[in-house]
């Protein structure tokens, strides 16, 4: 039996004040699906624009708990193209933030160039001289 991925949800974090408290929740995604998203400007077309922003609320968006005029917005493709331009960016701009930051912290200090724990002392480093023939 083989090491089980892990697939953690992104809970996205916004640095705009005014988006501080919302509560916005993605799936984890191949890298295949990250690169679909990647790069929006890059898309040919408003309509591809669209449908790759639609698919993005639809597929990897799992909840928010955002209200426009007191009534709750749908997580989905059309609850995130019917949201104000600044509040859709903020979404997809934290999701892309999110889906790269480093969940856990870094183990212990370095160790200043010493073996680290668990490796053999028989391994060599690699060597940066190249000599060509």
Do not use: Q
């Given at each position: 039996?083989?090491?089980?991925?892990?697939?953690?949800?992104?809970?996205?974090?916004?640095?705009?004040?005014?988006?501080a408290g919302a509560q916005v929740l993605?799936?984890?995604?191949?890298?295949?699906?990250?690169?679909?998203?990647?790069d929006l400007g890059a898309l040919g077309s408003l309509e591809?624009?669209?449908?790759?922003?639609?698919?993005?609320?639809?597929?990897?968006?799992?909840s928010w708990d955002l209200t426009s005029d007191k009534k709750a917005v749908a997580a989905?493709?059309?609850?995130l193209l019917s949201l104000p331009v600044d509040v859709g960016k903020a979404i997809y701009n934290a999701w892309q933030e999110g889906v790269v930051r480093v969940s856990a912290p870094l183990g212990g200090p370095s160790s200043n160039g010493g073996t680290?724990?668990?490796?053999?002392?028989?391994?060599?480093?690699?060597?940066?001289?190249?000599q060509s023939s």
């Open positions: 039996m083989g090491f089980e991925v892990p697939k953690r949800p992104v809970r996205l974090i916004f640095e705009d004040a005014d988006l993605c799936r984890s995604v191949s890298l295949d699906e990250w690169l679909t998203y990647l591809d624009l669209r449908a790759t922003l639609k698919r993005f609320g639809d597929e990897v968006v799992e989905t493709g059309e609850g680290p724990p668990g490796l053999s002392g028989s391994m060599l480093p690699l060597s940066t001289n190249h």
